[in-house]
């Protein structure tokens, strides 16, 4: 299907373990965004990419490492699971000759026991 | 550096009146401003988008926002809300003096609409 996809959508880990979430687009859209909601913070930017093998931080990068090597996948890996990352994960894209609005993935929701 | 600020966590407004969901934000430049919403257990959904032009902008599901340059602010608004609007609503800013790899929205907090029946 078209469109914005993230996978698992659910995901328990324990503290210490490598975790990656998945995003994959089909519109190839330029740019890719992982940020991440918490409750009274809103939604905050960890990466971002602007093509494929160009990636750079946002506000909240510790703990977390991207890639980008397919301009339509954008995975996002922590290396090493703690509490505090427990958190939904959502994946979005925006094409590079548009004003500017993001189209969003369905989230993760991930745990870290 | 650009940000947002909506000031209601909660709002709660009855099924066929009028509903206001207030945004302010600070820009150095002139701003690029969205609206998304957000229904349980999924993505944000993009509303509207002000970009330039007319002050009030219409969007999906009969939502509208108007753009108020000297109180800077982006309230989004209906004329009659609907229980189905009943979601989590974010207003976002993107500066668009920083294009290429420097496309950030900051989003804001979220404010949670109730509509009553």
């Known amino acids: 299907d078209a469109g914005i996809t993230q996978s698992p959508r659910y995901k328990i880990t324990e503290t210490g373990r490598q975790v990656t979430l998945m995003c994959h687009q089909t519109w190839s859209h330029s740019y890719m965004f992982w940020y991440r909601q918490d409750l009274g913070h809103g939604l905050r930017l960890i990466y971002y990419?602007?093509?494929?093998?160009?990636?750079d931080k946002g506000e909240v990068p510790d703990g977390y490492v991207v890639s980008r090597s397919k301009t339509e996948n954008f995975p996002l890996t922590l290396e090493s699971a703690t509490r505090s990352q427990t958190s939904v994960y959502f994946c979005?894209?925006?094409?590079?000759?548009?004003?500017?609005?993001?189209?969003f993935g369905p989230g993760t929701r991930l745990t870290v026991t | 550096a650009q940000s947002v600020a909506q000031p209601e966590d909660q709002v709660n407004v009855a099924e066929g009146n009028p509903l206001t969901v207030k945004c302010t934000y600070s820009v150095s430049g002139n701003p690029y401003l969205f609206w998304y919403v957000q229904y349980p257990n999924r993505g944000l959904q993009f509303l509207l988008k002000y970009i330039t032009g007319d002050n009030l902008v219409k969007g999906s599901y009969g939502f509208e926002a108007e753009f108020n340059k000297s109180q800077t602010s982006f309230h989004l608004k209906k004329p009659s809300a609907l229980v189905s609007d009943s979601a989590l609503y974010f207003c976002?800013?993107?500066?668009?003096?920083?294009?290429?790899?420097?496309?950030?929205?900051?989003f804001g907090s979220g404010t949670q609409l109730t509509v009553l029946p």
């Open positions: 976002a800013v993107r500066d668009p003096r920083f294009s290429g790899s420097a496309r950030q929205l900051t």
């Open positions: 979005a894209s925006t094409p590079a000759d548009r004003g500017g609005e993001q189209y």
């Open positions: 990419s602007a093509a494929a093998d160009i990636t």
